[in-house]
């Protein structure tokens, strides 16, 4: 999901700079969203690690 946002992010740079304003917008937005989809996964597969990893040790 990583790679897909900085795929996007790159595609709407490059978009940004051969003027094609209205692609840019839609690939940076997209890639936003699955950044941040990414970061709340990564969070909730953290907590749940660490919560897992302490009733084993207990």
Same mark, same amino acid.
């Given at each position: 999901?990583? *790679?897909? $946002? !900085? =795929?996007?992010? %790159?595609?709407?740079? +490059?978009?940004?700079?051969?003027?094609?304003?209205?692609? &840019?917008?839609?690939? @940076? &937005? =997209? $890639? *936003? =969203?699955?950044? =941040?989809?990414?970061? %709340? +996964?990564? !969070? #909730?597969?953290? +907590?749940?690690? %660490? @919560?897992?990893? *302490?009733? #084993? !040790?207990?």
């Amino acid at each position: 999901m990583l *790679r897909w $946002a !900085v =795929i996007f992010l %790159i595609l709407g740079l +490059v978009c940004g700079l051969l003027g094609f304003y209205g692609a &840019e917008g839609t690939f @940076m &937005e =997209i $890639a *936003r =969203i699955l950044l =941040i989809l990414f970061l %709340i +996964v990564f !969070v #909730v597969l953290l +907590v749940l690690g %660490i @919560m897992a990893g *302490r009733k #084993v !040790v207990d």
